[in-house]
């Protein structure tokens, strides 16, 4: 054999074809062009894709309902993903003290939506984490808000002299005998209560000077017109409504905003009355 010869002879004389056009050579030329094609490399991955898909074969698939798909075909669809049977099946972590009602809410909820006992048990989690998280921020809100009351009476202190307990003390007996006195407990856009606010509680002692200097009265009924109330009954209602587990400390409870309320008048009533 000549050189000439040897060189002309392919250098991949015998070897399997190889590289994405070879495989596809070995097919229909009809069936080569076809888009599922596309991202198959080479033979292995055309098996290991058949494979696959064979292994998928009996397996339980869901059917995802169309627009017009009925509350039932929804249902069914819910079950299979792993929604409980009724809302009582939800297993739940949850607090001794939880409120029940909310619960059994929550769990009813819940099962309407559709969720499944994984998805109903780590949203449940997600709330606990939020309120107890809102519940420390309360409580850091009272704590700032005593620093607060603190700033306004050294405030009132400043503007109204040594003598500004007694003049405040008849302020309020002015709203006691207007019948207003849960005028001082209307919250601010801030957050603060009305009674607590430096300028109005100054505003307030200047109207009660004028309307006594206008009616020659030195004083109001005002506390003592209170009969019965003693410091002592008081303070057991103001336990009774702060104690934990109350709706004071509930902040998703109905009444937790009546209990709030409730507490800050009758704190401000105790030191009415002290004065």
């Known amino acids: 054999m000549s ?30 062009g076809d888009a599922s094609l596309a991202h198959i490399g080479s033979i292995d991955s055309m098996a290991k894709s058949y494979i696959n898909a064979q292994k998928m074969v009996g397996a339980d698939k869901i059917a995802i309902p169309g627009s017009w798909a009925t509350d039932e075909d929804w249902a069914g669809v819910y079950n299979k993903l792993g929604r409980p049977e009724d809302s009582a099946g939800y297993e739940l972590e949850t607090r001794e003290d939880a409120d029940a009602d909310f619960t059994g809410w929550y769990r009813d909820a819940a099962h309407e939506a559709g969720l499944s006992q994984n998805q109903a048990a780590q949203l449940a989690k997600a709330y606990e984490e939020y309120a107890q998280t809102a519940m420390q921020s309360q409580e850091m809100s009272e704590a700032d808000y005593e620093l607060y009351e603190k700033q306004v009476k050294e405030n009132l202190q400043k503007e109204l002299g040594n003598t500004w307990e007694d003049r405040i003390a008849h302020a309020n007996d002015l709203m006691i005998e207007l019948k207003a006195p849960a005028l001082s407990n209307y919250t601010l856009q801030d957050g603060t209560l009305l009674g607590d606010n430096p300028e109005m509680a100054k505003f307030f002692v200047k109207v009660a000077e004028y309307v006594s200097e206008e009616t020659g009265e030195d004083s109001f009924a005002g506390r003592e017109s209170r009969p019965g109330v003693t410091i002592d009954d008081l303070q057991s209602k103001l336990s009774e409504m702060s104690a934990k587990g109350s709706p004071y400390w509930e902040k998703m409870h109905p009444d937790h905003d009546r209990a709030v309320n409730e507490v800050l008048s009758l704190r401000e009533r105790i030191e009415e009355m002290k004065i």
């Open 3 to 32: 050189d000439e010869q040897v060189a002309e002879a392919p250098a991949n004389a015998g070897e399997a074809p190889s590289g994405d056009e070879d495989w596809r050579s070995m097919i229909s030329e009809d069936l080569r």
